[in-house]
């Protein structure tokens, strides 16, 4: 039963444009959530984070959009650099369970030069 | 600041050997979690220790993998005696508790290859 879902495996963007990666849940007792970006070889690295007070969080480059009526949160990135290919996870957590965090299977993003 | 130290970065062992992954969390995070991440796949928690009490081992498979962490600081994952479905990616991933949510800091993760 997949909590966190990221439905595009992969996804292809030209340098310079718009790059925007999804997620849905289904629990609507996630309360946090956080995308992660990987590179081969080496271990996930925080990106940015949503409280679900919230419905936007911007940081520099990287802004995360968060539905919760529709259970959707999405992260974009503008503009889309050649070192932003990467796989981005999203990552959700609720309140008590330790605040453990439910992931997705990740969508690798390619942004083209 | 250091990041999350692991060690080894790769392993390569044959089946039914024992192996160990040590980690040292970012200074002054109390929270230390182990997870197994295989391709195409999240990391998935094996277990999360508070300081030196593990307070969640209910994905750790207790017949085989075994952890600790003496001092509420550094810890080691050990697997004896590994399978050839052991291989996979072992990161270790740190963060502050303060009751609330928190990002964790991942280290760079140890690829073991069983044969």
């Known amino acids: 039963d997949q909590q966190v879902k990221q439905n595009s495996p992969s996804l292809s963007v030209q340098e310079g444009r718009i790059s925007i990666l999804n997620c849905d849940y289904t629990?609507?007792?996630?309360?946090?959530f956080l995308w992660y970006k990987k590179y081969p070889a080496e271990g996930p690295t925080f990106l940015i984070s949503?409280?679900?007070i919230k419905d936007k969080n911007e940081d520099g480059r990287f802004t995360v959009f968060l539905n919760k009526s529709a259970k959707h949160l999405s992260l974009h990135i503008v503009p889309s650099q050649p070192g932003d290919s990467a796989v981005y996870f999203c990552?959700?957590?609720?309140?008590?369970?330790?605040?453990?965090?439910?992931w997705g299977l990740g969508t690798s993003l390619a942004v083209n030069p | 600041e250091a990041g999350v130290v692991q060690s080894p970065r790769y392993k390569i062992i044959e089946k039914k050997q024992p192996v160990a992954f040590w980690c040292n969390p970012i200074?002054?995070?109390?929270?230390l979690y182990w997870y197994r991440q295989n391709l195409g796949q999240g990391p998935e928690l094996l277990i999360r220790?508070?300081?030196?009490?593990?307070?969640?081992d209910s994905q750790l498979p207790k017949d085989r993998f075994s952890a600790e962490r003496l001092k509420g600081v550094d810890s080691t994952l050990k697997i004896q005696p590994a399978e050839l479905g052991d291989s996979a990616v072992y990161l270790c991933?740190?963060?502050?508790?303060?009751?609330?949510?928190?990002?964790?800091?991942f280290g760079p993760g140890t690829r073991l290859t069983v044969t």
């Open positions: 991933a740190s963060s502050l508790s303060h009751g609330g949510p928190s990002e964790q800091y």
């Open positions: 200074s002054g995070h109390n929270t």
């Open positions: 220790y508070e300081n030196e009490e593990a307070v969640d």
């Open positions: 629990n609507s007792m996630f309360d946090y």
């Open positions: 949503i409280s679900s």
């Open positions: 990552a959700a957590s609720k309140a008590g369970n330790n605040r453990k965090l439910i």
